[in-house]
């Protein structure tokens, strides 16, 4: 059975740094792609970044360019979210998610997701 986990999340004052991981179980996966997404109250789900499988390619959401910074373990079983500079407006849940071969910025496009850990930045 497939797993990702998050944890990483908490309360943090604008300025600062938080860093999320995203283990995941279940089977190997060194053929995914691993994506982070953010949902604020009453906002739909949004792209914040993703490693895409085969090239480990980085793709980021133009509100975090330059701020957050997505990796992975040499095992590609952990997915990492560094994220730098917070701001107020980056306050939500973030999940992490899976998707074999290809995943782009889409929810749709993955399969597995994570409980979420909850993020707040205070200003």
């Known amino acids: 059975q497939v797993q990702l986990a998050e944890s990483g999340g908490g309360l943090v004052q604008a300025g600062g740094s938080l860093r999320l991981s995203c283990v995941a179980s279940g089977r190997t996966f060194t053929s995914y792609t691993m994506g982070w997404f953010r949902q604020a109250p009453g906002k739909e789900r949004e792209f914040v970044a993703t490693?895409?499988?085969?090239?480990?390619?980085?793709y980021y959401a133009d509100s975090v360019k330059g701020r957050f910074t997505v990796s992975r373990d040499s095992a590609w079983n952990t997915a990492y979210l560094q994220m730098d500079s917070l701001k107020a407006e980056d306050t939500g849940n973030y999940f992490c998610?899976?998707?074999?071969?290809?995943?782009?910025?889409?929810?749709?496009?993955?399969?597995?997701w994570g409980q979420g850990t909850q993020v707040t930045v205070s200003s």
């Open positions: 490693k895409t499988w085969p090239n480990g390619i980085t």
């Open positions: 998610a899976a998707a074999e071969f290809y995943g782009g910025k889409r929810p749709e496009d993955y399969k597995y």
